[in-house]
């Protein structure tokens, strides 16, 4: 049966974290285990995936470098030669760590994430002590000649502070996203599903700031995950004739327990077994249901775009998937 051969391998090494932000979607903590695939499992992962014709991998948590063997790892992925980004949230990083980053020739850029205008909300969002990390490690990174992708998880209240938030960090080698909390991470509690969460009310003011951002600093601003109907109709737009539609990406989700799936959110309805057993996926009808479903979906979602102005892609995407295969069966 025909495969598909994948091109990134996204793989979350661990849920342990080393903060609790209220927002995580992936609800990691220091609670979770720390190596739930042992180095071994990760690093045979990482050499089918080059054998089979990978090229980047995407080395994510919970908090990578809260594992002991992260640079043994990150050596497996370099000796493949594959071109790779990592992320942190700086707690676990010092000088030394981050000039053994820069001496790796596949590092592409290291992602990182501020919560917030300040130190006081940054801390209050990730549970932590940690904002004076990140511009500590933001700094070394650019003594070591890193790139960054530093991702601004923002919450409802500090909207009004993007620019400033920018202003601070424009001078960085790198780019800057801006992304919306949602209501993913922040199911159960009322009073934080108020305060922080970007609604539907929100989007259009959290819409022009990014804009004015945009126009301000071009390249530096990633575009977020609130989408106009222009936009989403451009997707669809470039997938529609694509066999595997937008898996044309070749992006395998690989998570601690070494499942594989094609999905970044948890309660992913569709698995597709274990990558420690081998990490080809058969173009079988299971498949073929699964890109069938990724199309409908996107119908939906232009059309819910139409309707509202904007929405925010990735969330109606997973709740949009997760309530088809819950229909079905
Ligand atoms: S740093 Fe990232 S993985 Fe850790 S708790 Fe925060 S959002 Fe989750």
């Not at 053994?100 to 596949?106: D, E, M, S």
């Not at 970007?198 to 601003?221: A, C, H, T, V």
């Not at 970044?264 to 299971?286: K, W």
Request: with cysteine; aromatic share 12%; glycine share 4%.
């Amino acid at each position: 049966m025909k495969k598909i051969n994948f091109k990134v391998l996204y793989i979350e090494i661990t849920h342990f974290c080393n903060q609790s932000c209220k927002h995580c979607y992936l609800d990691c903590s220091s609670e979770k285990e720390l190596y739930p695939m042992n180095t071994q499992e990760i690093k045979k992962i990482i050499t089918d995936f080059k054998n089979q014709g990978g090229w980047y991998v995407v080395l994510t948590g919970g908090e990578p470098f809260a594992r002991k063997d992260i640079f043994e790892i990150l050596d497996c992925i370099e000796e493949n030669n594959l071109k790779f980004n990592v992320a942190s949230n700086c707690l676990a990083l010092n000088e030394e760590k981050i000039k053994k980053l820069g001496a790796y020739k596949c590092l592409d850029v290291i992602h990182t994430s501020i919560l917030g205008s300040n130190e006081e909300e940054h801390n209050y969002i990730s549970n932590s002590k940690g904002y004076n990390n990140v511009l500590r490690c933001l700094k070394l990174f650019e003594k070591y000649n890193i790139k960054v992708y530093i991702q601004i998880t923002l919450a409802k209240e500090y909207i009004d502070k993007m620019e400033y938030i920018v202003d601070n960090l424009s001078e960085i080698n790198g780019t800057i996203k801006f992304t919306p909390i949602t209501n993913l991470g922040i199911k159960k509690d009322d009073y934080l599903y108020e305060k922080l969460v970007i609604k539907e009310e929100d989007y259009s003011r959290f819409y022009d700031k990014y804009n004015k951002l945009k126009e301000k600093y071009g390249e530096l601003i990633e575009h977020s995950n609130l989408f106009t109907y222009e936009e989403v109709n451009k997707e669809i737009e470039y997938f529609k004739d694509k066999e595997l539609y937008s898996l044309d990406y070749r992006c395998l989700v690989v998570r601690p327990d070494g499942e594989k799936s094609f999905s970044f959110v948890l309660n992913n309805p569709v698995s597709y077994g274990s990558a420690l057993e081998g990490i080809e996926v058969d173009m079988d009808d299971r498949l073929i249901k699964y890109i069938d479903t990724l199309r409908e979906v996107d119908k939906e979602i232009l059309k819910i775009a139409k309707d509202k102005g904007m929405v925010n892609y990735d969330v109606l995407m997973n709740n949009l998937i997760e309530k088809a295969y819950a229909n079905n069966n």
